[in-house]
């Protein structure tokens, strides 16, 4: 009996021998885990800033210089959470060459987009920004489907068109308001723009509303901002049941979206 309990407590011996070896083991093995970790952190900062230093460089900006203080400030501590390097510190530095940038790149995108794919606007088109002194209304509820610019051509999408006016989708039958008031000046039928109505705002304003289904106003009628004119249709060359609305100053298109609220 008593050799049984000595066998038993070797076995127990052994078993928490093997134990402490197992978590010697994974003790050694979280070591060089972190120590790897620390590695790969330390390359991928050090990669951030030989990336970043080579893209200011390359591009003239002063924070160059900084980038390469703080990387060698940041490698060089003993300790890299001991170091005086600060993210907040370094990104406040560069951030106005990086607005600036930013600035002249969205400029340039805005040119080609306004241009269109030919280089040219179309020459009833203005791409100023014309904001009326008093906003109209939005003539009907909906969604922007197609927005005042070039676009991709709905009826061939490997082409380029210049959109003139503002699409807004919504359901057949829905009512029309008046933008702005003013004189109609103009109804009728295109093959384009289907069923069409041109007010005559002001003397140098005027709006059109287009693939109208039903027209509830004639020639030479005065209209108030807000009058219920027309009903949205699909009539003329269109994918789908919506309104397109034009704002012409001194004659040229310009962006609808600045002129209504």
Sequence with gaps: MKIENKQIK???NQEKQNLEQVKRKKRGKRRRYNNNMYLHAQIIVASIFIVTGIMLKNNGGEPYTQVKEDYSQFFNSENVYESNFSYSSFLANISEDIKEKYNKLTETVSNIYGKGSSGNTPTNVSMKKYIPKEKGIKPVEGYISSPFGERTDPFNKKK??????????????????????????ETGY??????????????????????????????????????????????????????????????NRVNPIYTVE
């Design 160 to 185: 380029k068109d210049f959109h003139t006016g503002m699409d807004i989708a919504t359901a057949k039958g829905t009512f029309i308001k008046s933008a702005f008031g003013g004189e109609v000046i």
């Design 10 to 12: 070797n076995d127990t």
């Design 190 to 251: 295109s093959d384009i723009a289907g069923n069409y109505i041109k007010i005559k705002n002001n003397d140098e304003q005027q709006t059109m509303y287009c693939h109208t289904q039903f027209i509830f106003v004639r020639v030479g009628e005065k209209v108030m901002r807000g009058q219920i004119i027309a009903t949205v249709g699909n009539t003329g060359l269109v994918t789908g049941p919506h309104l397109h609305f034009e704002v012409l100053y001194n004659g």
